[in-house]
């Protein structure tokens, strides 16, 4: 069961590209990392996912080595809206509601 | 579509009292789950659903049932509260678990037990 291990929190300012790096060294070969978003008062929303390499969408970025032992999402440009909660899971292909597990995320504080 | 729907959003019980948290999801999601959040924490998974009809437990059931009697609707039943339940509750839903698939989460319910 993979466990992954975050920093508890970070601090950035407006316009800084922040990563944010997560460490899941018992990964499974089926297993893919996700990343979610969480405001204060609401719930989880995801990010992005990837498998190996790096993925790229409207909001992040997601660099997986070849070992796929951590994994880091880059949030480009910060704004004082990306102020959040991120949390980094380890999303097996199948399997079952028992295995997605939510640590306590790193909390990104953007500062002025 | 709504997406997923908890009401009510705010909740105060005294010990010992019960209650039902509705869920409910416009996405035709097979899956569907409840978590709590406790301050500073991250998610905690109580109860999940693969389909109408089947339900499991997670990490921290106790103190939690639920059913699934449609598709669209999973309510998690308190039956005798207590003031370790003080928690944000969430409920999420998705097509698939796990793989390429996402979580959609319903905007929480915060409840306090006296």
């Known amino acids: 069961l993979a466990k992954t291990t975050q920093p508890i929190s970070m601090d950035s300012y407006e316009g800084q590209e922040v990563n944010i790096t997560c460490s899941h060294n018992n990964i499974a070969t089926n297993d893919y990392i996700t990343w979610y978003q969480q405001f204060p008062s609401q719930g989880p929303r995801f990010i992005i996912q990837g498998y190996k390499t790096k993925v790229t969408n409207e909001v992040a970025s997601l660099f997986i080595p070849a070992d796929r032992k951590s994994s880091t999402l880059s949030l480009p440009r910060v704004s004082l809206s990306d102020t959040a909660v991120y949390y980094c899971?380890?999303?097996?292909?199948?399997?079952?509601?028992?295995?997605?597990?939510f640590g306590a995320g790193t909390r990104l504080a953007v500062h002025p | 579509n709504a997406g997923v729907t908890q009401t009510p959003k705010f909740q105060v019980l005294k010990t010992g009292q019960s209650m039902t948290l509705q869920c409910a999801q416009d996405?035709?999601?097979?899956?569907m789950s409840w978590y709590r959040q406790d301050p500073g924490m991250g998610l905690r998974l109580i109860h999940y659903s693969v389909g109408a009809g089947i339900t499991d437990q997670g990490e921290v059931p106790n103190g939690y049932n639920v059913s699934r009697s449609t598709t669209e609707d999973f309510p998690l039943r308190l039956l005798s509260a207590a003031p370790s339940q003080t928690s944000v509750y969430f409920c999420a839903s998705s097509y698939e678990v796990g793989g390429t698939d996402t979580q959609y989460f319903g905007p929480g319910t915060r409840l306090t037990v006296l």
């Open positions: 899971l380890v999303d097996p292909l199948s399997g079952g509601y028992n295995k997605l597990i």
């Open positions: 996405m035709n999601h097979e899956y």
